[in-house]
């Protein structure tokens, strides 16, 4: 049995990831048939809150959560809409058999009209300085196929790629007006289920020695680079269609710690979600943040920003300008200017 050689990341401490080629360990035992080493469980939450998510219409606020028995009118009911809500306490109160969370001071809803996020734990990978190969998250699960264009591999143990692996792509083909990414030795996915990491030219403008952020629409992919070196990937999601995310070169302005977010064209399309944290606008109201109540990156899912999953929104917030400083805000300055971030889309590569 031959012995293939894959892309693995491995899991250090805090964000300290590694990308190197598996040599040892239960890569180097894998059959040509899987084309990824395991991804490592990745469970620390580092979200400064608890938060979930109003499941229904006017749901009443109380002050106090004995006030709905006791006959005494709430406080105020929240809007229909998209709403989610940050708890004060994680634990709820019991009386006579109802759970209450709390909410805000003095500001109570019942805890079987919430539900609880389960926010993401998905990470992007730094990429050591030496590595120069395209590389690629699967996005669905996905059968391969031996050649660009043919059926998927349909055997008793069929070569199945599951979502979220991290696969070097050594080539691009097209095949029956389609493009297809070859992942292995006769394995070959359609390039429309994977989200690919291509290194960019620094955009005109951007120092030799600057930070930059780069967003790939077409690939719903996020790259940062200091200077002409990339040194770290991972996952968005971009504006829909009705929402699109802004294109340029822009810097970013102000960094939030923390705040509310709302919008919505009508009561159709209303949305609220409270302490979103590491907010960095680059435009407007355009912004990195990450989506706690979501884990469809790789797709487009936002209302125009781009949304990050939490652990790569900490990332970046402590690696791009202005730095933090004490308080909520810290805008750009000309002593401190903001990091510059570049949204653009791609046409797919054909060939090596």
């Known amino acids: 049995m031959r012995r293939a050689v894959f892309l693995w990341l491995c899991m250090g401490l805090f964000f300290g990831l590694q990308v190197e080629l598996c040599r040892a360990g239960a890569g180097e035992d894998l ?33 106090n959560p004995q006030d709905e028995a006791a006959g005494i009118l709430p406080v105020r009911f929240t809007r229909k809409g998209f709403i989610w809500v940050s708890l004060s306490d994680p634990q709820p109160v019991m009386v006579e058999g109802q759970g209450w969370y709390k909410i805000n001071e003095k500001e109570y809803m019942r805890a079987d009209k919430l539900r609880l996020a389960k926010p993401s734990g998905f990470q992007g990978v730094m990429v050591p300085r030496e590595f120069d ?32 692996s991290l696969v070097i792509v050594h080539e691009v083909r097209e095949a029956d007006r389609r493009k297809w990414c070859r992942i292995g030795t006769g394995a070959w996915v359609p390039y429309h289920r994977l989200a690919m990491v291509i290194k960019s030219r620094r955009p005109e403008g951007v120092g030799e020695s600057e930070r930059w952020i780069e967003v790939n629409l077409t690939e719903q992919t996020l790259s940062a680079y200091e200077g002409d070196q990339l040194i ?42 409270e302490d979103v944290p590491w907010h960095m606008y680059f435009h407007k109201s355009y912004g990195l943040h990450p989506s706690y109540w979501h884990d469809f990156f790789g797709l487009p899912n936002s209302h125009g920003c781009v949304n990050l999953a939490p652990k790569d929104a900490l990332w970046l917030f402590e690696w ?10 810290q805008e750009a300055t000309q002593a401190d200017p903001g990091t510059w971030v570049w949204v653009h889309e791609t046409p797919v590569a054909i060939g090596e």
């Open 232 to 273: 770290f990937a991972t996952l968005i999601s971009s504006g829909d269609e009705r929402f699109p995310t802004i294109k340029g070169l822009f810097r970013i302005w102000v960094k939030v710690k923390i705040g509310k977010m709302s919008g919505g064209e009508d009561e159709s399309d209303y949305y609220r979600v």
């Open 31 to 63: 059959t040509e048939k899987q084309f990824v080493c395991p991804f490592p469980d990745m469970t620390t939450d580092v979200l400064p809150m608890t938060y979930a998510q109003v499941m229904e219409d006017s749901v009443p606020v109380y002050v």
């Open 320 to 329: 791009t300008k202005p730095k933090s400083k004490k308080g909520n805000w």
């Open 133 to 164: 190969k395209k590389f690629a998250w699967m996005i669905f699960h996905t059968r391969v196929s031996h050649g660009p264009g043919l059926p998927p591999v349909e055997e008793e143990d069929p070569a199945v790629v599951p979502a979220r």
